[in-house]
């Protein structure tokens, strides 16, 4: 919601193997400007989220968002932006547009 009111394209996904198999189908990669996720999750964690990603995608930008105040420790060397909850919404939509950082793409959420 927070970025959809701030007119940010984006495509929400339930649990992160439907996140995957998006990421995974995309043609070429291209059309998913970023990606926001949380560290806890029901079907995968996502310290095992992002390493899945890393193995067919290096470029997408991936940020991490929990409230756990070590768990950025878990991602050293898989290239995340990590924020702490709670990440206040102008934050995010500062970040995912920075990111972005020209034409209109789609965030993955």
């Not at 940010?8 to 291209?30: H, Y």
């Amino acid at each position: 919601m927070v970025l959809r009111r701030a007119q940010i394209e984006c495509q929400i996904v339930g649990n992160a193997p439907d996140a995957i198999k998006i990421l995974r189908d995309e043609p070429g990669n291209t059309e998913i400007g970023a990606v926001v996720t949380d560290h806890l999750m029901p079907d995968m964690d996502g310290v095992s989220f992002v390493r899945e990603v890393r193995a067919f995608n290096q470029q997408v930008p991936i940020i991490v968002i929990s409230g756990l105040p070590d768990a950025d420790q878990e991602y050293a060397d898989l290239n995340v932006i990590f924020r702490m909850k709670p990440c206040e919404p102008e934050e995010l939509i500062s970040l995912i547009r920075e990111l972005l950082d020209g034409p209109r793409h789609r965030a993955s959420a």
